[in-house]
């Protein structure tokens, strides 16, 4: 998520080259490991019939439920000897080379802090509730595992070609508010749906978002909102699908991507596989503005 102002210059004091930190778990205190329990127990009371099985495979695997804020000292020798993915601390959001550096070696980036008990509903940068909750858990189904690292070094290939953002609106419709097929329906795997309580819900059942089929072009060429609902969902067949429609070769796209022009957030085009015809009833009310 590339579009937050406070990306910092060059490593801050006391964060290593690599910009990671030290989780300092035993400084979170009671308050701390109390909001990642509230948080953990009203994800579990929606997403149950909602989150993909990937991702509640994940929450099982790694126990992230077991009081307070996980200690990565613990889950990570778990996640590690599942798909190869350990989790790090950074003090917040690190540079483009950086993030994809840490991905295309197996390491995920976390913040280290909680949200405060009065943003439980919405924050701007993503705290250790949204990384570790939201996205970690996908990282131990071995496809999601492997679409992370493609990711990652798909991003250090694609630095120097300018089409830094045709990636990041990859990343944003899949990795943070994607959706999936199931047999039961969709479910969610994106890191930033699961994480949310009212986006849970909005992205599976409400009548407002569009709800289309994946197209990798056509996602990379799409618009997204850093401070709302999406007004479009993307929908892959599975994670095994979606990985291997990055397993090709990006030049040929990015040339056609660079002359196409962007997609607005609540198009619809021709060419889409529609799931969801939305109203944008939401985003026409103003969203979570809404008087
Ligand atoms: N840094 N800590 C952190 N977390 C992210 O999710 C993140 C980042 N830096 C860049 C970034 N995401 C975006 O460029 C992604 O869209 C690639
Ligand atoms: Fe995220």
């Not at 991702?55 to 992230?64: K, M, P, S, V």
């Not at 200690?71 to 990570?76: L, R």
């Not at 943070?176 to 309580?197: C, K, N, T």
């Amino acid at each position: 998520m590339s579009d937050f102002e406070h990306v910092f210059a060059e490593p801050p004091p006391g964060a290593a080259a690599d910009w990671t930190i030290s989780q300092n778990w035993c400084a979170y205190t009671q308050v701390e490991h109390d909001t990642w329990d509230t948080l953990y127990a009203r994800q579990m009371k929606i997403l149950p019939g909602r989150a993909s099985d990937a991702f509640l495979n994940g929450l099982r695997a790694l126990d992230l439920n077991t009081g307070g804020i996980p200690d990565f000292a613990v889950i990570n020798p778990k996640l590690e000897a599942l798909t190869g993915w350990t989790v790090h601390c950074v003090p917040g959001l690190v540079p483009d080379d950086v993030f994809f550096d840490h991905l295309a070696n197996r390491r995920f980036v976390s913040g280290q802090f909680i949200r405060k008990p009065d943003q439980l509903d919405y924050l701007q940068e993503p705290d250790i509730f949204h990384d570790v909750f939201g996205h970690v858990p996908m990282l131990t189904d071995p496809d999601f595992a492997d679409y992370m690292q493609a990711y990652g070094l798909g991003g250090q290939r694609a630095a120097g070609l300018g089409v830094l953002d045709q990636l990041a609106r990859l990343y944003w419709y899949t990795v943070e508010f994607g959706l999936m097929e199931s047999p039961d329906g969709l479910r969610i795997y994106g890191a930033g749906i699961v994480s949310s309580a009212t986006e849970s819900v909005f992205a599976l059942e409400d009548g407002s978002p569009n709800r289309i089929a994946f197209d990798l072009e056509r996602v990379m060429r799409t618009l997204y909102r850093i401070d709302d609902f999406q007004q479009v969902y993307f929908v892959v067949p599975s994670i095994e699908a979606l990985k291997a429609a990055t397993l090709q070769d990006f030049a040929p796209i990015y040339d056609r991507l660079r002359g196409a022009p962007e997609i607005a957030v609540d198009a619809v085009l021709p060419g889409d596989r529609v799931l969801t015809r939305g109203t944008q009833s939401y985003a026409a009310r103003g969203g979570r503005f809404a008087a």
